[in-house]
């Protein structure tokens, strides 16, 4: 079997990384489904750039997201744990990819993005085996089966790729009510 040569900031994750993330943001991807209320104010504090709404509507959901560090670019938000070295940091967020749009991010696309990553999120909580063998799968650089473990669990035709990057992953999504693609990402903060 051929793999892409691993970089080495490909090299860092670990199951142990992808659960606590996972974990951490589970109760807010939930939240964000099926609450639209809540949905709508953190479309908004998006769009506003307003941390302190950001952090109260995090604490009334996903404590542990809320005890990290957040922050957004006014087309998506980004939460980022903290980690022992060389990891340092570990991000999970959903955004407009950059130079696309200013101040925008839809409610409607960011429910539908989180219904579909429920399932992924809810087996990297609590299946270490799986986290364990995505972790493996990224570090190897296999596209192959980093694309099979995570389509088998974001069923939708949104999901138009699903890559490597930066020692995590990056799911693409494109749904035909927005003109724009966005990103749910898991990836290590690079210096």
């Known amino acids: 079997m051929l793999f892409k040569k691993t970089k ?3 090299a860092f994750v670990t199951a142990d990384i992808l659960v606590k993330v996972a974990r951490g943001m589970l109760p807010f991807y939930r939240a964000i489904a099926g609450n639209r209320s809540y949905a ?36 998506g938000y980004f939460i980022t744990y ?10 999970n967020g959903t955004t407009i990819p950059p130079g696309l749009v200013q101040f925008t991010f839809s409610t409607k696309i960011h429910r539908r ?13 609590f299946n270490r085996n ?17 694309a099979c473990m995570v389509r088998g669990l974001v069923c939708t035709r949104s999901l138009r790729s699903v890559k490597i990057e930066e020692s995590g992953i990056a799911l693409l999504f494109k749904y035909s009510g927005s ?7 898991l990836f ?4």
């Open 82 to 91: 903290t980690f022992p070295l060389p990891i340092a940091s570990y991000t």
């Open 8 to 10: 080495k900031n490909d």
């Open 188 to 191: 290590r903060e690079l210096d």
């Open 40 to 75: 709508n104010a953190w479309s908004r504090a998006v769009v506003g750039a307003d941390l302190r709404l950001m952090a109260s509507l995090l604490k009334l959901v996903a404590p542990l997201a809320a005890r990290q560090g957040y922050g957004t670019n006014a087309i």
């Open 130 to 146: 799986f986290a364990a063998a995505l972790a493996r799968a990224i570090r190897r650089g296999d596209r192959k089966a980093v």
């Open 179 to 185: 003109p724009y693609p966005y990103r749910n990402l």
């Open 113 to 125: 993005i989180a219904r579909a990553v429920l399932p992924l999120y809810r087996e990297l909580a």
